[in-house]
C-alpha cells in the first residue's frame, strides 16, 4: 500500500467543470500523487486489574491510583504506543 495525498491529488485533477476527465488522467495524477510518511495507528484499551492497567495489545503494565491520571498521562502504551481509548 502506498499513502498518498488527496490535496495534492484533488489540485491535479482541478479541471473546469465541462472538461471530461478520461480513466488515463486520473491513473497519471495517482501514480504521480507523492507518498506521504505515516504509521498505523494502534487502537488498544487499558484493562483495570485493581490498580494495575494492562495494555490489551501488548500485555504491558502500569500502575495507576486515579483514572484521571490514566486519562491525562497514559494516553499511549510505553511499550507499544498503541493509542488508548478511553
Ligand atoms: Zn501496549
Same mark, same amino acid.
Given at each position: 500500500?502506498? %499513502? #498518498? =495525498? /488527496?490535496?495534492?491529488? @484533488? @489540485?491535479?485533477? !482541478?479541471?473546469? =467543470?465541462?472538461? +471530461?476527465? +478520461?480513466?488515463?488522467?486520473?491513473?497519471? $495524477?495517482?501514480?504521480?500523487?507523492?507518498?506521504?510518511?505515516?504509521?498505523?495507528? #494502534? *487502537?488498544? +484499551?487499558?484493562?483495570? !486489574?485493581?490498580?494495575? &492497567?494492562?495494555?490489551? *495489545?501488548?500485555?504491558?503494565?502500569?500502575?495507576?491510583? =486515579?483514572?484521571? =491520571? %490514566?486519562?491525562? &498521562?497514559?494516553? &499511549?502504551? $510505553?511499550?507499544?504506543? /498503541?493509542?488508548?481509548?478511553?
Amino acid at each position: 500500500m502506498r %499513502l #498518498i =495525498d /488527496a490535496d495534492t491529488l @484533488k @489540485k491535479a485533477f !482541478d479541471f473546469d =467543470d465541462d472538461e +471530461e476527465l +478520461e480513466v488515463a488522467v486520473i491513473h497519471y $495524477g495517482i501514480d504521480h500523487s507523492p507518498t506521504v510518511d505515516a504509521v498505523p495507528v #494502534i *487502537h488498544a +484499551e487499558w484493562e483495570q !486489574d485493581e490498580a494495575l &492497567y494492562h495494555c490489551t *495489545h501488548c500485555r504491558h503494565t502500569i500502575l495507576c491510583h =486515579d483514572r484521571m =491520571d %490514566l486519562a491525562e &498521562y497514559h494516553r &499511549y502504551c $510505553g511499550r507499544c504506543g /498503541a493509542m488508548m481509548s478511553m
